[in-house]
């Protein structure tokens, strides 16, 4: 499997040749910039995206907020399971990071020793970005274009070829979509209970957008009869 990386003549390696020259020709500051955002800022981007998806959700208060909360709190326990998951692929495969089997790349990132195939960052990503997006669609949207994004800096930075983001991507998308309805229907009734709550249920929905506040009332139409009494007792 280590073979994959072995030929300079594959557009595996010409992709990476060519996204990775772009460090080449960039300002110090700017490569600088990109390694924290490869490393750090994008994930980071994504959590909060996370996190403000869920303040908009149990803000709103609408009746399905259960679900999509735990639709939130599986993005990153699929991101988790989607990393080990990938532990014995990388044992699997075996594949040594591009730079040791190619000269002349700017590699932003020095120490990284471990395999490259499958990229843990992209899988970690995508698989937010998928759960994200199995809660909010808006959301959701965003969090995938930062998660390509981040392949693309993966790549940048020397230390993946491109199949291993591919590859992260597949990895991240499968796991977040295929254990997603076992997962929805462990948390759901968990979240509902919290939601139930009157100590933590603002974790879920707001205070004062409990079910049959507002406009949830219990009995429809309530207030139109009761605007109808006055109306009469006038």
């Known amino acids: 499997m280590a073979g994959l990386a072995e030929s300079g003549s594959n557009p595996d390696v010409d992709l990476l040749y060519d996204i990775n020259g772009l460090a080449k020709d960039a300002p110090g500051w700017f490569d600088r910039v990109m390694e924290f955002v490869g490393e750090y800022g994008l994930l980071l981007a994504i959590v909060l995206l996370v996190v403000w998806c869920w303040w908009t959700v149990r803000r709103r208060g609408d009746e399905d907020a259960a679900s999509s909360v735990a639709a939130?709190?599986?993005a990153p326990l699929a991101a988790g399971i989607a990393v080990l998951v990938n532990v014995p692929i990388r044992g699997f495969v075996e594949r040594p990071r591009p730079?040791?089997?190619h000269q002349g790349l700017e590699v932003l990132v020095?120490?990284?020793t471990d395999y490259s195939f499958v990229s843990d960052h992209a899988t970690i990503v995508m698989a937010m970005a998928v759960g994200?997006?199995?809660?909010?669609?808006?959301?959701?949207?965003?969090?995938l274009v930062l998660a390509v994004f981040g392949g693309f800096i993966r790549v940048y930075?020397?230390?993946h070829y491109p199949t291993d983001v591919v590859g992260?991507?597949?990895?991240?998308t499968a796991v977040a979509l295929l254990l997603s309805p076992v997962a929805m229907a462990l948390l759901t009734p968990v979240v509902r209970a919290v939601e139930r709550s009157p100590r933590v249920g603002w974790l879920v929905r707001a205070r004062g957008r409990?079910?049959?506040?507002?406009?949830?009332?219990?009995?429809p139409g309530a207030r139109r009869e009761q605007a109808s009494e006055r109306d009469?007792?006038?």
């Open 157 to 159: 930075m020397g230390v």
């Open 232 to 234: 009469l007792a006038a």
């Open 132 to 143: 994200l997006f199995v809660a909010h669609r808006k959301f959701g949207l965003v969090a």
């Open 99 to 101: 730079f040791l089997d």
């Open 210 to 219: 409990g079910v049959g506040d507002g406009e949830g009332a219990v009995i």
């Open 72 to 74: 939130l709190i599986w």
């Open 168 to 172: 992260g991507f597949a990895l991240g």
């Open 110 to 112: 020095s120490g990284k």
